[in-house]
């Protein structure tokens, strides 16, 4: 059975740093790429970043980029999402999610997600 | 970055009635390349995370019940669910993955009438 499970969320000030975890079992997570949805508290989704099976290639949305970082162990079947800078408009929770074998960019697994909360 | 622009907002349907949900993209979504339609369809219930229902504009995931379809070309989008049954009652959300961001729609809250 498939299982992602996010760890790392917490109450964080403005201008701090949290490193989130997805720790991915149930398949062979080297062969697919994963990435990380956010949904702020009552609204809808928003696509935060991806990286491929080998960790060559990374993508975010423009809300992120030089503030997040993602990355992954394929030794230690972890996802990884560094978040620095963090603003409150960050406050959401965090969704890992495995890309779909066949089509690699929709997500056909999800975590239970991680509450990120960013206040001071 | 591509907008996606769902309605409606919100839908009530009766039992055993079709209900239509649309996605309207700000820019193609069909690849030249491949000929595919880089659109999918998700369904949401309260606390829980999303679940694929459609990939390909019309492909459905293992395990997704046959009333659920998708369909459209270029850049309107529909899931049609063919008969409601009462476990439907969910947010569902489109989703395009041909650019970088690969952006949601707004979602559309379906209820049962």
């Known amino acids: 059975e498939v299982q992602l499970v996010e760890s790392g969320g917490g109450l964080v000030q403005p201008g701090g740093s949290l490193r989130l975890r997805c720790a991915a079992s149930?398949?062979?997570?080297?062969?697919?790429?994963m990435g990380w949805v956010r949904q702020t508290p009552g609204k809808g989704l928003e696509w935060v970043a991806n990286?491929?099976?080998?960790?060559?290639?990374?993508n975010y949305v423009d809300s992120v980029k030089g503030r997040f970082t993602i990355s992954r162990d394929n030794a230690d079947n972890s996802l990884y999402l560094q978040m620095n800078s963090l603003r409150a408009e960050d406050t959401a929770v965090y969704y890992c999610?495995?890309?779909?074998?066949?089509?690699?960019?929709?997500?056909?697994?999800w975590g239970q997600g991680t509450l990120v909360t960013v206040s001071s | 970055d591509i907008v996606l622009n769902q309605s409606p907002d919100s839908l009530a349907v009766s039992l055993g009635e079709r209900a239509t949900i649309n996605c309207k993209s700000s820019?193609?979504?069909?690849?030249?390349?491949?000929?595919?339609?880089?659109l999918a369809w998700y369904q949401q219930k309260p606390g829980q995370p999303p679940k694929l229902l459609i990939y390909?504009?019309?492909t459905r995931e293992s395990g997704v019940p046959d009333r659920f379809s998708g369909s459209g070309s270029g850049t309107d989008f529909t899931l049609t669910i063919s008969s409601l049954q009462a476990e439907d009652v969910a947010l569902y959300y489109c989703?395009?993955?041909?650019?970088?961001?690969?952006?949601f729609g707004q979602g559309t809250k379906l209820e049962i009438k």
């Open positions: 149930g398949f062979t997570f080297s062969s697919h790429w």
């Open positions: 390909w504009a019309s």
């Open positions: 990286i491929k099976q080998d960790g060559s290639e990374k």
């Open positions: 989703q395009q993955y041909y650019s970088v961001p690969h952006t």
């Open positions: 999610a495995r890309g779909l074998y066949s089509c690699a960019f929709v997500f056909d697994s």
């Open positions: 820019q193609s979504v069909l690849s030249s390349s491949n000929s595919k339609i880089y």
